[in-house]
Structures are given as structure tokens and as C-alpha cells.
């Protein structure tokens, strides 16, 4: 069997977190991660214009996460890359 890459979910990652405001029927999910600095790095290299890592709001109701994998800018995968690499 060949190498296989481990893919990284938001769902199964301990730094997702949700939050459902009084009254609201969404949940919206971000990511908590301490490397928050790196997050914020990414956000302003790329020109993106929403919140700092802000993965989205989920279904009414529910407290599933509304991405499946991991975004490029998750430090978490880049700590994965960088391991690969041996860096």
C-alpha cells in the first residue's frame, strides 16, 4: 500500500469551535487554534476579506461542522506539510 496522507478534518479537530447566539437557529463555526498569528498572516497575505478564521455557519439546528476537510490556511496543515518535509 502506498503512503497515504492523513487528511485533516474541522469536524474531528479539537480547536473547532462552535457558537449559537439566543434566538439564532445557526451555529457558527471558527477556529480557535493558539496559532492565531499564522491565521491572521495568511488572511492578509491573500487579501481575503471575511473573518480570521471563520470556517462558516452550519444547518439549522445542527452542530455539524459545515466544511469536510480542512481550509489551506489550517495550522494544523501546515504542521502536518512541514513534518512531511522534514522541516
Not at 469536524?11 to 499564522?38: A, I, K, M, V
Not at 459545515?66 to 506539510?81: F, G, L, N, Y
Request: glycine share 8%; aromatic share 10%; net charge positive.
Amino acid at each position: 500500500m502506498k503512503n497515504q496522507k492523513q487528511t485533516i478534518k474541522c469536524s474531528e479537530c479539537n480547536h473547532c469551535s462552535g457558537l449559537r447566539r439566543p434566538g439564532n437557529t445557526s451555529t457558527s463555526f471558527t477556529c480557535s487554534h493558539p496559532d492565531q498569528g499564522y491565521i491572521q498572516d495568511y488572511f492578509r497575505e491573500k487579501r481575503m476579506n471575511k473573518m480570521p478564521g471563520f470556517l462558516g455557519y452550519g444547518a439549522r439546528y445542527s452542530e455539524a461542522v459545515p466544511i469536510k476537510t480542512a481550509p489551506a490556511w489550517c495550522p494544523e496543515k501546515r504542521a502536518a506539510k512541514q513534518k512531511r518535509n522534514g522541516q
